[in-house]
């Protein structure tokens, strides 16, 4: 789960996360329990992390690449990306991208992911 953020154009224009921060308690916090208690894997941020979204201090590219997923009518996230039969998980195995991101960021370099 993240607060929606402007990344690439759309017409959407409401990406205040003062309503999420201020029902974080009552809104995120128990889908995550529910979660944790049905073993099931969810990402979400901390409610401290909200405030450096509010404040546009992340700003690193590679995040951004690693956990953007872009899916539309034509076209999914990479080109050779199957929403049919990948899951993120043997994608990124297939194509090494746990050592490629590690790689790119151990060495500053946010254009090789």
Partial sequence: MRPVQKIGNSEYADFDITKIYDRYDVVIAPVADECRRRKILCLFPAKKDLLALKSNEIQDERIESATYCYVSPLGCWHDDFNYNTDTFKSYAK????????????????????
Wanted: net charge positive.
């Fill in 94 to 113: 297939t194509h090494h991208l746990g050592k490629k991101y590690l790689e790119a960021y151990s060495k500053g370099n946010k254009n090789s992911m």
